[in-house]
């Protein structure tokens, strides 16, 4: 049962405009969510994160909203640059526990920002 | 910032041998570092948790006695896959986490012929 959920494989977004990555969760205990962008043979690398308790948090060109209700949150990239091209994966964590800092990821989606 | 030495990068082993990966905290104490397994095109799979000084938590379906973890000391958390067959052909990564927040190794891709 895939508890974090990013249904498009793949966008494909000009270069200057705004890129939207979305993400929808099923678990009511996630409470803290990140989104990590990643290479070919590579670790991924954190880009931002929001904790349940906010609906939006921004950082440069990157803002996520999450909308608790809707169990969604989403990844805007504005303006989107090529160097952004890359893997972006939704992480999500929470629960009661040891198990608060496991983190569940979603599939990812393949970004690719044409020049 | 936190930094994880995951090593090695890259590594082809024949089936029927054992393989071992290493992650090093660089300038932090990694109380628990995590092991993901990543298939081409899925997610990362949580495959278990390691805290330094007890045994790893295995997650359901992740052979224990094949995926070995140790986690003897603050700065070093190793996996050993057992008996490596093709089928273990994967990118594993491992994380920690701490005051920073969660610090990704670079990751291995093993490859078994």
């Known amino acids: 049962d895939q508890q974090v959920k990013q249904n498009s494989p793949s966008l494909s977004v000009q270069e200057g405009r705004i890129s939207i990555l979305n993400c929808d969760y099923t678990?009511?205990?996630?409470?803290?969510f990140l989104w990590y962008k990643k290479y070919p043979a590579e670790g991924p690398t954190f880009l931002i994160s929001?904790?349940?308790?906010?609906d939006k948090n921004e950082d440069g060109r990157f803002t996520v909203f999450l909308n608790k209700s809707a169990k969604h949150l989403s990844l805007h990239i504005v303006p989107s640059q090529p160097g952004d091209s890359a893997v972006y994966f939704c992480?999500?964590?929470?629960?009661?526990?040891?198990?608060?800092?496991?983190?569940?990821f979603g599939k990812g989606t393949l970004l690719t920002v044409n020049p | 910032g936190a930094v994880v030495s995951q090593h090695p990068s890259r590594v082809i082993c024949k089936s029927g041998t054992s393989v071992k990966i290493e992650c090093r905290s660089l300038?932090?104490?990694?109380?628990?570092m995590f092991w993901y397994r990543q298939f081409p095109k899925q997610s990362l799979m949580l495959m278990a948790t390691?805290?330094?000084?007890?045994?790893?938590?295995?997650e359901q379906g992740v052979e224990k006695d094949k995926f070995l973890i140790n986690h003897a000391s603050l700065t070093l958390s190793t996996l050993t896959v057992t008996s490596a067959h093709p089928e273990d052909s994967s990118f594993y990564i491992c994380?920690?986490?701490?005051?920073?927040?969660?610090?990704f190794g670079s990751g291995t891709r093993l490859t078994v012929v």
């Open positions: 929001i904790s349940s308790i906010k």
């Open positions: 678990n009511s205990m996630f409470d803290y």
């Open positions: 300038d932090f104490q990694a109380t628990t």
């Open positions: 994380s920690s986490v701490g005051r920073v927040g969660y610090t």
């Open positions: 390691s805290n330094e000084g007890s045994k790893a938590t295995y």
């Open positions: 992480a999500a964590s929470g629960g009661s526990g040891g198990s608060n800092y496991k983190l569940t």
